[in-house]
C-alpha cells in the first residue's frame, strides 16, 4: 500500500482529551479565537461538492460513518453525492431516502474483468458529470473502484480505512496479487489515506 506517514491522518490511541481549564481573564479571547477559526473553516468548506462511495448501503458501522460525515459536511456548507456500488435494490430503506445514491448496478465481481471495467466505467461517468472536489471511497472494493475510475491529475480520491483487512498480511498468492494489484491502481490515482484508528493505519501502512 501507499506509504501512510504523510498520507494517512487519524487520531493517535493515547490521545488524551483535556478538560478546559477554569475560566480566566484569557478565556473570553480564546472562546473568540475559537470561534473565528470556525467560521473561518465553514467558509473554505461552503461551495465545496463531495463525491461518498461506498460498495454498499445495508446496516452496518461503515454505512452509519458515511451518513455521519455527510450529514456533518452538509452542516458546513458542502454539497455531498453517494454513490453505490451495487442496485437500488439491494439498499436498506434506512438509507434509500436519507442519501437518494447514485446506483452502479455492480455485483461485486471485482475479478471478472468486463463487469470491473463496467462499473469503472459507470464511476468515471459520474464523476465527470458531478465535477466533484473530492472522491471519498469507503471499504475495500469501492477504494480499488475509484482508484480506477480516478484521473490523477484530475480528480482527488480519499479512501477512509474503516478496518484492518486480513489478506493485507496473508502470504496466499491471490493475497500478495491483491496487493500488488491495489498498490498500482492507489498509486495511480494518487489515493490519499484517512484511517479511523491507530490500528488500522498501522495494518494498511505496514502492508
Same mark, same amino acid.
Given at each position: 500500500?501507499?506509504p501512510c506517514?504523510?498520507?494517512?491522518?487519524t487520531?493517535?490511541?493515547? +490521545? %488524551?482529551?483535556v478538560a478546559?481549564? +477554569?475560566?480566566?481573564?484569557?478565556a473570553?479571547?480564546c472562546a473568540?479565537?475559537?470561534? $473565528?477559526?470556525?467560521?473561518?473553516?465553514?467558509r473554505?468548506?461552503?461551495g465545496?461538492r463531495?463525491?461518498h462511495v461506498i460498495?454498499?448501503?445495508?446496516i452496518?458501522? %461503515?454505512q452509519?460513518l458515511?451518513?455521519? %460525515?455527510?450529514s456533518e459536511?452538509?452542516r458546513?456548507?458542502?454539497?455531498s453525492?453517494?454513490?453505490?456500488?451495487t442496485?437500488?435494490?439491494?439498499?436498506?430503506n434506512?438509507?434509500?431516502?436519507?442519501?437518494?445514491?447514485i446506483?452502479?448496478?455492480f455485483? #461485486?465481481?471485482?475479478?471478472n474483468?468486463?463487469l470491473? #471495467?463496467?462499473c469503472?466505467?459507470r464511476? $468515471?461517468r459520474?464523476?465527470?458529470?458531478l465535477?466533484?472536489?473530492l472522491?471519498h471511497s469507503y471499504?475495500w472494493?469501492?477504494?480499488?473502484v %475509484?482508484s480506477?475510475a480516478?484521473r490523477?491529475?484530475?480528480d482527488v480520491?480519499?479512501s477512509h480505512i474503516v478496518?484492518?483487512r486480513?489478506?493485507?498480511a496473508?502470504?496466499?498468492l491471490?493475497h500478495r496479487?491483491r496487493?500488488?494489484?491495489s498498490?498500482r491502481?492507489?498509486g495511480? +490515482?494518487g489515493?490519499?489515506?484517512i484511517a479511523v484508528s491507530? +490500528?488500522?493505519?498501522d495494518?494498511a501502512?505496514?502492508?
Open positions: 500500500m501507499i506517514e504523510s498520507q494517512t491522518q487520531m493517535p490511541s493515547d +490521545a %488524551t482529551i478546559a481549564p +477554569a475560566a480566566s481573564a484569557q473570553p479571547e473568540r479565537r475559537a470561534g $473565528r477559526d470556525v467560521d473561518l473553516n465553514r473554505r468548506l461552503q465545496l463531495v463525491l460498495d454498499r448501503l445495508a452496518g458501522g %461503515t452509519n458515511l451518513v455521519r %460525515t455527510v459536511l452538509e458546513q456548507g458542502v454539497e453525492h453517494v454513490c453505490v456500488l442496485s437500488r435494490e439491494k439498499i436498506d434506512e438509507y434509500r431516502e436519507p442519501l437518494q445514491p446506483c452502479l448496478d455485483s #461485486g465481481e471485482y475479478r474483468p468486463w470491473l #471495467g463496467r469503472v466505467t464511476l $468515471r459520474v464523476i465527470a458529470d465535477q466533484p472536489d472522491v471499504l472494493v469501492s477504494d480499488f %475509484t480506477l480516478c490523477r491529475e484530475a480520491h480519499v478496518d484492518r486480513d489478506w493485507q496473508s502470504e496466499r491471490v496479487l496487493r500488488w494489484v498498490r491502481a492507489f495511480r +490515482a489515493t490519499r489515506f491507530q +490500528a488500522a493505519k495494518v501502512c505496514e502492508h
